[in-house]
């Protein structure tokens, strides 16, 4: 038990912390630090000595950042709400009621101070006081329910994981209430994917391309194509980013990329391929973060076309891939053969048993389907995806023509892709894909149960798994379920699940204080310059 000189030292310390931070006013801070019993001479020190430390704090310098995809909108409820660089930006501008900690996975405060569940179908988050959006306006639990409405009608890749939420009730401006259809024991992970927009101009026409945010950094300008700068906001109720200025340029080629970032015309990027980082290692004027991430390539299948409506067919393309040798060729230093349709970083994973390269008993799987001749496909993918995925396409091409499977790469930009991919208008589709919340609900519910049709694969045992491990309260009883979920999607070769991605980090040593993290989504806020 603290003795009262202890308790009146760590009182006296929070004040300073808030009065520095500007979440308390000078005149009740001194109200409350005399109070206490310390005179007005020495609490104007404190005062002064706080408000120097934030001066010392304050954001300082710019720093330039290349995303490895090039932004295609701000909107994080919409068609691109998963996408790599829409989700970084909106870390900066927007925020989440929660948020998952880089170092430990755990999931900490954030616009929400703290969330519970009041029985089986209701969940009750509680809002952080004072915040502000950047135009003034406070925030309040409208603004929460009015993002979620908006989400649950884009019908964008965010909506499954919120389709069970059937009302969202605000009994004050800071209590939010989310009632479900059925137990769902998932909302708070989904809420640290969950951007929140003010509910006055969200709907407005235009305003993500100029929008309010929330979060420690505001929107100043955007260059499609080219360039968008953010302003930090040294106020912050977080506190104050250590950088004034991030500017995110669109430079789409790796090797312009790379000499960009060799000369300083930039300062971070990541997502490079494999054979760019060995001579980046030797550079003394750089620095390599690896991290293992939550990251992984697939080929996907659309199940509703033949011939890859048989599970034989899919199942003979995967036998036709060489993996190892095709991941010790292309993907050293960038990636592992994966194990499971999940990265092993994320909740929920559980290894299967491999497809090992049979060529013959591709073919033989063929001959069973009747396809003992072969067939012609084509696969769809957008380049810059993930590391050497030109290379690797190329590559498991030739493999499949080994065993008379003629494959057409169909390269396409990254909107028409992602259209096509919506609309199941291809036969195969290679990519990447990040599990943003580290957990296989993310994933495993939001794209692979009949209703989300997302590769033309329905299966009711499948669906009945999934969403009774989003239910389940118990993590052990949710691992189980997970398991018989991987075993299916991997056993029935929905797709073919090659590779996990390590994310490799590269900056300029003069930043400091950057986080690694295993969602490729990097934070800024703790990045300092150094002198």
Known sequence: MESPTQESGRRIYELVRRRREGTISRRAFVQTVTALGLSM????????????????????????????????????HGAQSVEEATAVISSHVFDTLVVRDAATGELQPRLATSWQAIDE??????????????????????????????????????APLWAVVTEVQTPDDLTVIFKTSEPQGTIPVSAA?????????????????????IGPYKFVSWVRDSELRLEAIPDHWAGAPGVQTLVFR??????????????????????????????????????????????????????????????????????????????????????????????????????QTPYEYDPEKAKALLAEAGLENGFETHVIWNPGSGPQDRELVQA??????????????????????????????????FQTNTVRTGDADFTLRRLYVSSANRTGYANPELDTILVEAAAAADPARRQELYAQACKIIWDDAVGIFPFELLENYVYRTRLTDFVPTPSAVPVFTSVKIAE
């Not at 001479?41 to 408000?51: I, V």
């Not at 409405?149 to 965010?158: M, N």
């Open 396 to 429: 498991m091409i030739s493999y499949w023509a080994e065993i008379g499977v003629t494959v057409e790469s169909r390269e396409m930009e990254r909107a028409a892709w992602l259209d096509a991919l919506l609309a199941l208008d291809w036969d195969m589709d």
């Open 41 to 76: 001479p020495l609490a104007a020190m404190l005062e002064r000595r706080g408000l120097a430390a934030l001066q010392e704090s304050a954001p300082s310098g710019e720093i330039t950042i290349v995303l490895p995809r090039s932004l295609v909108a701000l909107d994080p």
């Open 193 to 213: 994917l969950f951007f929140v927009t003010p509910a006055a101009h969200s709907n407005d026409e235009g305003f993500f391309d100029n929008p309010i945010g």
């Open 250 to 351: 669109d430079i789409p080629e790796v090797s312009a990329r790379v000499t960009a970032l060799e000369t300083g015309e930039i300062d971070f990027t990541f997502g490079l391929p494999a054979d760019q980082l060995p001579a980046l290692a030797e550079n003394s004027e750089l620095r390599i973060d690896s991290t293992p991430s939550y990251a992984y390539y697939f080929n996907w299948f659309n199940c509703s076309r033949e011939p890859f409506t048989d599970a034989r067919v899919r199942r003979a393309m995967a036998h036709a891939l060489d993996l190892d040798t095709i991941v010790n060729d292309l993907l050293q230093g960038v990636g592992v053969r994966a194990q499971a349709p999940i990265p092993s970083t994320i909740f929920g994973f559980a290894p």
């Open 121 to 158: 179908t209701t969940w009750e988050f509680k809002l952080r006081e004072g915040v502000t959006w950047h135009d003034g306006t406070p925030f309040t639990s409208a603004d929460v329910k009015a993002s979620l409405e908006r989400v649950q009608s884009l019908e964008g890749p965010l």
